[in-house]
């Protein structure tokens, strides 16, 4: 088997929990959790749930905290965190208009679980450099 080909989703059976189906994870892009997934692991949404931790912010806020992202793309990773329930947004009738953006309660539990994520990249950062320098080394034909 070639480095990087997956086998059949029935290679993983047995090796979990009782509870854990490795086929809820469908590949087909129609698949609903597939879609949630695709969202909350997007890069922008990642960094928006992280910045609405305990505060609500502005859409300029946002954009100048998050460096890369374009007015439009944080628009639209806005909308769609606001569409699955995971963003709040108020708009307040004020000239010029005013609109805040805040974690909603099940956004905040999403946020538990990037932080658990960012906590375990921080523990094994050394790990993965270490893995990639190696794999880097044996690719190209270079020693460590």
Same mark, same amino acid.
């Not at 569409?83 to 010029?96: C, E, F, K, M, Q």
């Given at each position: 088997m070639e480095d990087g080909t997956l086998r059949s989703l029935s290679y993983c059976e047995g090796t979990m929990d009782d509870d854990y189906d490795v086929r809820q994870w469908d590949t087909r892009e129609d698949c609903e959790v597939r879609q949630i997934l695709d969202r909350i692991a997007d890069k922008w949404s990642l960094l928006v749930i992280a910045l609405l931790d305990c505060q609500s912010l502005r859409f300029t806020q946002l954009r100048r905290e998050i460096d890369g992202v374009s007015q439009r793309m944080l628009s639209v990773t806005l909308r769609q965190l606001e569409?699955?329930?995971? =963003?709040?947004?108020?708009?307040?009738?004020? =000239?010029?208009p005013r609109v805040d953006y805040a974690l909603t309660p099940l956004g905040r539990t999403l946020h538990q679980t990037i932080k658990s994520l960012v906590t375990w990249t921080e523990q094994h950062q050394g790990e993965i450099a270490a893995a990639r320098a190696t794999y880097d080394a044996r690719v190209h034909g270079l020693t460590p």
């Open positions: 569409r699955d329930g995971l =963003v709040s947004r108020t708009v307040y009738p004020v =000239v010029p």
